[in-house]
Every structure is written in C-alpha cells, then in structure tokens.
Nanobody, 115 residues
C-alpha cells in the first residue's frame, strides 16, 4: 500500500485532546522525514508539524505548545498528540512525507472541535 492510513480523528469539545496515528507501510520509513498536514474547509492544505528521521521536530506557530509529533519506526507509524484543541483546529488531517509527495496523500482523518 502506497498511501498512508490516518486514524484517530473525531468530534471533541474546545480544550479537549485527540491523538492521531498514521501508518505508512514502507521498508524505508525510518529514513523518511514525515509531516502532519491539515486542510480546513475553503482553505489550502498546510503543514502542521514535521519530524525528521533523527527525531527532530518543527511546528507551525499556531500549534506550538499544544501539538506534539512523534514516531515509532518499528511500527512505521507517526503520531500527532493534540491538546488544548480550538475550533480553528477543525480540519481534515493528513500525513505525508516532508516535503510532501502527491503520490502519498491518503484519505485523512476528520477532526472537529466544537461545543
């Protein structure tokens, strides 16, 4: 399977938390830089967080201090822990390599933050 499989989204109240998972079945996962991206209605897809193959991380300003990206190379999985969620975090969340490769977009997972 070429495309990653994202999961863990859902409906959560403001201030709540979710943990997203993304499984990417490839033998070279441990050598890949990975990213979490999101696309809100009517907006362009944007990079939220990324993690290098050595574990170095980088975050978009609006999620710094609230989101944490991590990876488990043995499980070829990348995670996004999202805390203190806000309505403006509502979007479809995707994982992909960083930089993104258009071949590897999956279905994404919907995150809705609403009371």
């Amino acid at each position: 399977q070429v495309q990653p499989v994202e999961s863990g989204g859902g409906l959560v109240q403001p201030g709540g938390s979710l943990r997203l998972s993304c499984v990417k079945n490839t033998d070279i996962f441990s050598f890949l830089h990975m990213g979490w991206y999101r696309q809100a209605p009517g907006k362009q897809r944007e990079l939220v967080a990324r993690i290098g193959f050595k574990g170095e991380t980088n975050y978009e300003d609006s999620v710094k201090g609230r989101f944490t990206i991590s990876r488990d190379n043995a499980k070829t999985t990348v995670y996004l822990q999202m805390n203190s969620l806000k309505p403006e975090d509502t979007a479809v969340y995707y994982c992909n390599t960083f930089p993104e490769n258009n071949i590897f977009w999956g279905q994404g997972t919907q995150v809705t933050v609403s009371s």
